[in-house]
């Protein structure tokens, strides 16, 4: 069977692996992007598609605010549109501890860019007169906003076979190897992929690769719970989410263009890795409409039309795993993003490449090294 060659494979095509051989190609690597199914297919085409800096850890923000430069760009850069609407995010909050977070949160995040602008009720109620009157506060982040999910990692596909880019979709990887130099990569139909660097962006199977090169990691898989309503005349701008820790009331939405409202929250379930399968339980999809309309009112007249999950993988300490391997040189990793990984996702694009092409990165990603859980495990021995 044939071989084919490159500067670097990469293991994975989602919006990860998608970004990262565009980049590459954009630095003269040569680039072969594997996906078992098609580009865009797994997690990164079924989650909520929040292009949302505030409330990720404010660690994450450098790398966050490195991604916003390039989704300002992305039209231009990529020459799709992937719907995307800069239209603000709105965390809200019922209770005294909810407005003491969002307020901490912001101070915290002040040296970074977000322009976040609190709100006493008065306020978001003035703003936003469709909520009801359980929101008591809330955080408005006028640079954040929402694009399509099903769209994304295509449209990077497609950029980067137009760069240059081999993609070679529907290809089952059975084994990632390194073998003398090279890194061997070998398919179920028998063809190989040779390359002295290897980028693993295998979403939810990520830790299946690693621990073969004896780099275990404590990840859990589950499934989102999304649904999207008929479309109404559009009215609700900016992205909207609960800053609570009871699952049971958690609920975020946002409107599209054409009017839908894709509403998730309810928890998750458990997925089905063998048969690559994930499950909306209907139980939650119930419990988040009736916690909608605790935000919003009018939510209680609108009809689902659609439900779906997916199957993402979620970190023990939700950070992802980015960065060279701890034991094999060549090898690198970014997977884990913890159901929090679209709007970084053509940062951790632009990065990796920049990792792999020049050995470092102007941002800092040490937090999210591999390393970090062989330390772990040798303290708790």
Not at 56 to 73: F, H, M, V, Y
Not at 74 to 101: F, N, Q
Not at 188 to 204: E, K, W
Request: net charge neutral.
């Amino acid at each position: 069977m044939s071989t084919h060659a490159a500067d670097v494979v990469i293991v994975g095509g989602g919006f990860m692996g998608a970004a990262s051989a565009f980049f590459l190609r954009k630095r003269g690597m040569s680039v072969i992007l594997l996906e078992r199914g098609l580009i865009g297919q797994q997690a990164s085409g079924v989650n909520f598609g929040n292009v949302r800096r505030q409330g990720r850890a404010i660690e994450q923000l450098p790398l966050a605010n490195r991604s916003r430069e390039i989704w300002l760009k992305l039209k231009e850069l990529i020459g799709e549109d992937v719907e995307l609407l800069l239209s603000g995010h709105l965390r809200i909050g019922y209770r005294p501890e909810h407005a003491e977070r969002l307020e901490k949160y912001a101070q915290d995040a002040q040296p970074y860019g977000l322009g976040l602008q609190m709100m006493s009720a008065k306020a978001v109620h003035e703003r936003f007169p469709y909520l009801g009157p359980e929101v008591t506060s809330g955080c408005y982040a006028p640079y954040d906003g929402h694009a399509n999910p099903r769209l994304a990692a295509p449209a990077f596909g497609r950029a980067a076979v137009r760069e240059g880019a081999q993609v070679f979709e529907n290809t089952e990887i059975v084994n990632v190897e390194k073998d003398a130099e090279d890194f061997r990569v070998s398919a179920a139909d028998g063809r190989t992929f040779r390359a002295p660097a290897v980028l693993i962006t295998a979403g939810a199977w990520g830790d299946r690769i690693s621990a073969r090169f004896g780099e275990p990691v404590p990840m859990i898989v589950k499934g989102p719970q999304m649904c999207v309503t008929e479309p109404v005349p559009y009215a609700i701008a900016p992205t909207i989410g609960l800053a609570t820790d009871v699952v049971e009331e958690v609920v975020y939405f946002r409107q599209v263009a054409r009017g839908n409202i894709v509403i998730g929250g309810g928890g998750h379930e458990p997925v089905d890795m063998e048969k690559r399968r994930a499950y909306v339980n209907p139980r939650r999809t119930l419990m988040t409409l009736a916690q909608a309309p605790r935000v919003i009112p009018a939510f209680k007249h609108l009809n689902i039309i659609r439900v779906w999950s997916g199957i993402e993988g979620y970190m023990e300490d939700s950070r992802p795993v980015m960065g060279p391997s701890a034991r094999v040189p060549g090898l690198y990793y970014a997977f884990g993003f913890s159901g929090h990984g679209f709007q970084l996702g053509p940062g951790v694009g632009d990065v990796m490449a920049e990792l792999i092409h020049t050995g470092a990165t102007t941002t800092p990603i040490e937090h999210y090294h591999i390393g970090r859980f062989a330390k772990e495990a040798m303290q708790a021995a």
